[in-house]
Structure formats: structure tokens, C-alpha cells
């Protein structure tokens, strides 16, 4: 079956690509689904747990035992902070943003992401007929402070979303530009959706971080444990707030989530209660890393042009000489080997000479997915030579 044509695409680049291999068959290197299977004693849990009388409505704000390991990973109390969990970081997302909707003026409602941005950022702007704004993360240094502030209150930026590490450039902020965007938004009533579901799968200098005081009244800290338990059909995140937040977001969240599945909540509070999330942690660590590095050596090889990244699923790539349009590029790909990624362009316009390319997999899947590509490559210069 080829794909259908370009024209005719639509929504998500991401579900599209995924759904060919799903209908179809092949190799998936698109979405964000890890290859792994998940920690044996988690599976364990989960079947324990499904004897048990778990079967109803968790409480709205989350299970106790999760929320309190939550609670005392992230030192809530120290931070003035409070946990809500959610149906995966997506919800968490959806319901920061019609939050903050709530309790911003609703004359002017300005978004801003660093692009490449992660499609969620993008679109629920254009859902709700929002500006939406992207400034380009610079490879070195991120944003230049002055020219960022700019164009922060140039555009009466009301929420900026950060990624770190990012999808699908995985690159991670560093403290004193985080902390830079913190003091931004608090002097000019904004709001910042850190989003750092990737952060324990770092490549080079240790987890991202995390502010260690108390806990910024215009700051939202989302997390999950779909991508690093690889349970994302569970559908089970978190997200940190000020306490100012708390009692209006649980009233918001009772009436667009509710809560996450019971049995999944409690399977996951047992698992972290068993000690082995460190040592799991470790291990997933060492693959993606592993995957990384070897996808980016190959594909330099052939002439992709990947950027220093920090961590997280990705392989973000600039194509080689000659191919200009990532979309071609993608359903040509799997057209001619079953191999599908993400085109860049799904990103912004400005990326249409990029690609997304999932490394979570396991390691003969993705060596035989990176071979298609660069033998595809090979192919095309051949023909384009000819």
C-alpha cells in the first residue's frame, strides 16, 4: 500500500506516520513509543493490583502513595508546591493552558515556544485562536537574553512553553536561562510550562535542572512516567504548582480529566515503592544514550548534519545535499522500505530540510530502520547524479 498523497494529509505528521506502520507494517522510528518492554516487577505490580478493589475513580487530585513518592522526590513542601496527577503529560499540558485561560485577561492571549517546537505547543494556540510565537533555539547559547526580552514583551508573550530536554531537538536549558525566563515571566505576568517529561534520559552532563527553592507562582513543572516506564498507553503524568494554583486547577481538572486510571496509578506507586526505579532508570539511560550515538555517527556519515543534543527519544537531523522537502522525504522513505519517521516541516515551515527520528527502540530494529534511510539516501544521490 503507498501513501496516500501529500495534498490529502491531514492533522498530525505524527499520527499519520505512525498509523502506516501500525495499518501497514515496517519499521516505526516516528512517534514517541519506546521499543522496551517495562520494568518485570511494574508488570508485576499490575497484575497484583488487578485482584485488588482499584477499579473506580481515583481520587481527582491522585493516588495518596504516588503523590506522597511525588511529594518527597520534589521536596514539595520546601517549595511551596503541590502535585496533581494527570492522564499523561498531554492532559497536563491541556489543562495548564486552559487554566491559565481562566485567569488571564482574555483581550490578548499570546503564546510563544522555542522552535523547533513540540506540536502540542503549537496547535492548542491554533485550537483556540491564540498568537502563537516561536523564536529559534540557538545551538550555542539558546537565546541571547536581550534579544529574547525583546521579543517577549514585543509580543505581550502571556505563556511560553520550554522543553528540556526538548522533542524533537533535545536539547536541555541551563540554569541560569531557565532562571533568566523565570524572572522574565514573573516581571511581566506571564507563565512558563516547563516541560521535562525526557529529563532523566540525559546523554552528556547530568539531569537537567530543576529549581531548588521555592517554587515560582508563574511556573508549571510537567513530568510523566509513560516515556520512562515505556507505558505510554497508560496515560499516567504529573505536573508541580505553586499552592496559589492548587484548589482552582483541581476544580478545572474535575471537570476535563478527572483522574488517570486507578489500577495503573496504584501499580506504579507500588513499583517505585519496591526500590528498582533508580536501577531500571540507569539501564534505559545507557541504551537510549547508546542509540543515540550510534544513529548520529551513521547518519553523519552519509551526510546528515545532526546538532549537539542533550537527551530525550530523538535524533533531530538536517537532510544532505539535494533533499529539501522532509515530507517527500518521509513518504518516499516508507514508500520504498517501510520505514517511517517524522518530517521536520511538522514542526514549522523552517524545518522542511529536517527530520525527527525515534532512537527508543530496540537496537537490531533501529540499526536495520537506519540502514533503509541511508540506503535510501545512497539510491536518490545516485538517481539524482543520473
Known amino acids: 500500500m503507498s501513501p496516500i498523497p501529500e495534498r ?13 506502520v501500525k495499518l501497514n507494517g515496517g519499521i516505526n522510528l516516528a512517534q514517541g513509543i519506546p521499543g522496551f518492554e517495562p520494568p518485570a516487577e511494574l508488570l508485576k505490580s499490575l497484575s497484583e493490583v488487578s485482584f485488588k478493589n482499584v477499579h473506580q475513580y481515583a481520587p481527582g487530585t491522585g493516588n495518596s502513595e504516588l503523590v506522597a513518592f511525588l511529594r518527597d522526590k520534589y ?8 502535585i496533581l496527577i494527570t492522564n499523561g503529560a498531554t492532559e ?36 483556540f485562536g491564540h498568537n502563537f510565537f516561536s523564536y529559534r533555539i540557538d545551538e550555542e547559547n539558546y537565546f541571547d537574553d536581550s534579544e529574547f526580552e525583546h521579543f517577549f514583551i514585543e509580543n505581550n508573550i502571556k505563556v511560553l512553553f520550554v522543553a ?3 522533542n524533537p531537538y533535545g536539547k536541555a536549558i541551563s540554569k541560569a536561562k531557565l532562571d533568566f525566563l523565570i524572572n522574565l515571566a514573573e ?8 516541560d521535562s517529561v525526557y529529563d532523566e534520559l540525559f546523554y552528556r552532563d547530568g539531569m537537567p535542572y530543576f529549581p531548588s527553592g521555592k517554587l515560582s507562582p508563574n511556573v508549571f513543572y510537567i513530568n510523566s512516567f509513560s516515556k520512562k516506564f515505556s507505558i505510554t498507553g497508560w496515560r499516567v503524568g504529573y505536573f508541580l504548582m505553586h499552592d496559589s494554583h492548587y484548589t482552582r486547577m483541581c476544580y478545572t481538572h474535575d471537570y476535563i480529566g478527572l483522574c488517570a486510571p486507578a489500577p495503573f496509578q496504584q501499580a506504579i506507586a507500588d513499583f517505585l515503592k519496591s526500590g528498582n526505579y533508580n536501577l531500571y532508570i540507569d539501564d534505559l539511560r545507557k541504551k537510549v544514550t547508546d542509540n543515540y550515538f550510534s544513529v548520529v555517527h551513521d547518519l553523519s556519515g552519509a551526510g546528515f548534519s545532526c546538532p ?6 530523538f535524533v533531530w537531523s538536517k537532510l544532505p545535499h539535494g533533499f529539501n522537502d522532509s515530507l517527500k522525504f518521509g513518504l518516499d522513505l516508507y514508500e520504498s522500505s517501510k520505514t517511517a519517521i517524522i518530517p521536520g516541516v511538522h514542526f514549522g515551515e523552517e524545518w522542511n530540510n529536517y527530520i525527527r527520528i525515534n532512537v527508543a527502540r530496540e537496537r537490531e530494529e533501529l540499526d536495520k530502520g537506519i540502514q533503509n534511510i541511508l540506503s535510501f539516501v545512497e539510491e536518490k544521490k545516485i538517481h539524482f547524479k543520473g
Open 8 to 20: 490529502e494529509i491531514k492533522g498530525s505528521l505524527i499520527s499519520y506516520f505512525s498509523n502506516l
Open 92 to 127: 497536563a499540558i491541556s489543562l495548564i493552558y486552559n487554566y491559565l485561560m481562566s485567569i488571564t485577561a482574555k483581550s490578548e492571549f499570546n503564546v510563544a515556544a522555542f522552535s523547533p517546537a513540540y506540536e502540542s505547543y503549537i496547535h492548542l494556540p491554533r485550537i
Open 164 to 166: 528540556s530536554p526538548g
Open 187 to 194: 516581571a511581566n505576568g506571564a507563565y512558563l510550562i516547563v
Open 308 to 313: 549537539v543534543t542533550d537527551g530525550g527519544y
Open 75 to 82: 521536596h514539595t513542601a520546601d517549595r511551596a508546591a503541590q
